[in-house]
């Protein structure tokens, strides 16, 4: 059964399996229009562009704000396949998105509530509303997991 969030997490994970082609961690990351459009969407691009800020959120954010002609992001939704890192989730802060949806736990580096929840700090100007892989079909966080945890066994040898 369909759930509210699948389509943009399907649209995460096809830029998540974009970032492989440049070696890139395949991470996707799609910010929905308050009417649900896609207005931006981002991939893992470090290695490709030599950039430590090239990280999906961060380019889908950076097109959203391009596409709406302003860095407020008020009503939009931000899809991601992998629980964003501190940088990624201070991003979406001051962005003042409304709302994140991730489909994988990362509990090495994540701030949305794995290691840090920096997107519910109250001590912050605006906080998030955060969904948790279980809000997604499950074999939607089950694929996110797999191709990150393939990328990385590859990696290792």
């Known amino acids: 059964m369909e759930r509210p969030y699948d389509a943009l997490m399907r649209a ?10 440049t070696g890139d961690v395949p991470v996707g990351a799609i910010v929905a229009g308050p009417d649900g459009t896609i207005i931006g969407r981002g991939r893992n691009r470090r ?15 950076r097109e959203a704000a391009e596409a709406l002609g302003g ?8 899809a991601v396949t992998l629980e964003p890192c501190t940088m ?3 991003a979406a802060v001051l962005a003042r998105l409304d709302r994140l949806v991730y489909a994988a736990v990362d509990p090495k580096t994540g701030a949305a509530g794995s290691l840090w929840d920096v997107l519910r700090d ?6 998030l509303e955060v969904l948790p892989p279980d809000t997604l079909s499950p074999a939607l966080a089950e694929a ?9 066994k590859d990696a290792r040898g």
């Open 71 to 78: 860095w407020r992001l008020t009503g939009c939704t931000l």
């Open 122 to 127: 109250r001590r912050l100007n605006h906080t």
């Open 12 to 21: 995460a994970l096809d830029e998540a399996r974009a970032a492989l082609r």
């Open 144 to 152: 996110s997991s797999d191709l990150l945890t393939t990328f990385f």
């Open 47 to 61: 290695e490709e562009l030599g950039d430590p800020t090239a990280h999906a959120e961060v380019l889908a954010i």
């Open 88 to 90: 990624c989730a201070g």
